[in-house]
């Protein structure tokens, strides 16, 4: 589940209130999920016969961005490597359905969390796979993954039998919506014959159980249900059913997977190999319908959520369905009979009619918000309502949290046949929307602003609901000279778009536009394409929404094009006279000069990957004054390996370097995301906390510490105090955050006070680097979650960097707490990243959730400068 705050009702026309909705209690949240988009003009039905008029507040959960992370190296390895990727064969159009296949069984575990619920294990999941195909023709099962714990991600696709002719006629139709969506409009053939996919999205979070339960449930009856209303959704759809999207999580009972991501955070960035198997399902499949099922809030949430609303979506066409559809699950849900007083169950609840801030759908980074962007014109995050999890788990008797889980998988079910229902009914304008979304984006059109009059039906539209944008005509991501400190970023960008199904061309020869000259190379996203809106959302700045709601959900800016280190740029029209070509992968960066000594820039990531590998092979390498580093030509050969492996250049240089740089091993008490970041990079890390250090520990085997959660000075025990105290007199500390600042005071590094800004506050902010080792090729953006600042320098005390005069959010929610302090003016020139002979003390968040790409590389320069600060080798 989300985790947030609320507030109460948007005002709604009058309606009679049943007594089951006055009984409001306190809500329990733990998930994440939401908001999509809508076409013509159509009426919301059914009207609700009583809703609630206010809610609860609702708070955020403990963040897993807060905890230190213990993730093994292996489950970075699998979410680094390729070989996760059956998903080649989902995408096969050339057979038909069914796609049968004898599932080998998972060992018994009886430490399976969800066993002593009542619920599916893991293990038993593939036995009852293979006992659904046997039903009959309708359900195959494929793998679409692995996740990052190594276990089977199970696809289960429910449709009428189709020959192999008839599977490549439907793939031919979903092409055709997407591709030629003004043609598919005017198509008889899509109206009459097209099947509208549906996907079913279950267990994203690993302690929020029942959906997988449920949806098994309901694929036993659709297999075999003789029903006129079955064969006529079968014969007129396809069912996709994710089972578990995070099979970790739901053997050990945690909401992240064995990497330690929350995957419903992950969309943006995809560093998971559970949400790239997610992601590609929406490419793929082109679902216009969505259900994302997630527990838990009492009463069952069910999204449109409240404001702000993504400005990059078709909003009026999501709206207009997903409100639609919402009060067909509301009314499946309560009629099937809970009660507070009886079964402690509240009636159930929609954010964008009974709530007014609190659960809004503005990132792209949660599922239904995401599957927006591939046309899905109807898409849900359903909180069921009895928690189980947690503490809940941990305390209640198992009878009674056997029949709270009975009840989410009623509840889960009531919504996924409601749904159904609604496909089932709506086809041709669930169909007919989805060509609009894709027509729009191609032809360049005005996104609708909503209102009652384009939602009619909607109860409450006012203009806190509008959100639109203006989309430029293309964004280039410039080649040449100027940019060739961020060619590994600019080739992973455009990877990026490419796996996201954005269209990037590559200009064949350089072209003039603006006024300025762009080289033979540059990429040209060109905006009129059918999911014009994802190309927006992952390239635009984004917007400053401070003023808009008291606070947000969740981020609020995420801006890859300020954030992953390539220039990126908007042009005000396409470019003529340069041969524009398709690219389905970046041109490789891979190169090594093939005479002289070597220097391999640290900007990015793959850099810093590509300098750990050299020295862990034991190459003599020395750090210039600019930061980057000079390799010997004598090395060539591993110079060579390494810029295949990472995909950077080895360019010829006579600079000597003055600094060795050696073998670094970093202790970290970091977040999962963090923890990811540095094995991204390359470095040798250990996780530590205030745990690991009580019990005792090497530090004879570190030569840095990384310290951003999770690590207390004063919860240290003496002989882990003194013991630290000795590491830190010889060795470096790079410190993240207050927890990082905190330690920093407590040891007596760095003479520098830290100032905390409002815990609330998130987005990309502008930045002024220092010239310095550390910052020298540093972008001018910068990210913060709960900002911070240093004040009160001592001598010998750097700045490294500084936030922008001003207002530096760029993008984001960064208001000043309640007593007035905190906010973006009082960070204003303040520095965010300072620097000693024995500390380096980062405000900013260079590794968030492993993210802003375009700031790894000042941690990897801070772990680098810290290791050969201490002497260390």
Partial sequence: MRTTRTVSARPVPARPVSARSVLITALALTTAGSLLLTPHTAVADPQPPGHPSGRPPVHREAALDREAARTPASAAQRALGTAEAP?????DDSRGYPRRQVLTPDPENPADKSIKLGLTPYHAIAPKLNALQALGDRVSVEVAGRS???????????????????ARTQARMRELIENAPALAAKSPEVRRSYKAPVFLNNNIHGNEWEGTDASLKLIERLATATDARTRDLLAHSRLYFNITANPDGRIAGTRANAGGFDMNRDFATASQPETRAMRQIMVDKQPAVLLDLHGYVNGTLIEPTTPPHGENYEYDLFLKNTYANALRMEAAVNGLGYTPAKDGVEPAQIPFRDQEEGWD????????????????????????????????????????????????????????????DFVRERRTSLVADQIEVFRRGAAGAAQVPVSEETVPGVPGIGPEDVYTTTFPRAYVIPAGTGAQRSAPAAARLVDHLLANDVRVTRADRSFRLGGRTYAKGSYVVDMRQPKRGLANVLLADGRDISDKVSAMYDISGWSLGRLWGAAVETLPRMPYGAALRPVRAASPVAYVAPRGDLRLRLDDPNEVAALNSLLRQGIEVRRAADGSAIVPGSARRQALAAARAYDVAFHATKLTGTVPLHRTRVAAAVTAGELFALREMNFEVTPVSTDVLNAGFDWSSVDVLFVSAGLEYDDLTAPARTALDAFLDGHGLVGRGATGAALNTATGLLAAKPVEGNGDANGVVRVVNSGSTLMSGAPGHGFVYAPVWFTDLGPGVRVEQAYAAGNPLVSGHWRASADGSGGPADAAGQASVVSGTGAVLFGTEPLFRDHPKGEFAQVGRALFSMAQASGTT
């Fill in 87 to 91: 998903s080649a064969a989902i995408a």
């Fill in 148 to 166: 990052a714990g190594g276990h089977r991600l199970y696809l289960v696709t429910v449709t009428a039998p189709e020959t192999a002719r008839q």
């Fill in 361 to 420: 759908d503005w990132p792209p980074i949660f599922t239904p918000q995401y599957a927006a962007f591939h046309g899905t014109v109807a898409a849900h995050t359903v909180e069921i309502p009895m928690q189980v999890n947690n503490n809940a788990y941990n305390t209640l008797p198992q009878a009674e949290l056997r029949r709270r889980s009975a009840i989410n998988v009623d509840v889960a079910g009531a919504a996924l046949r409601a749904t159904l």
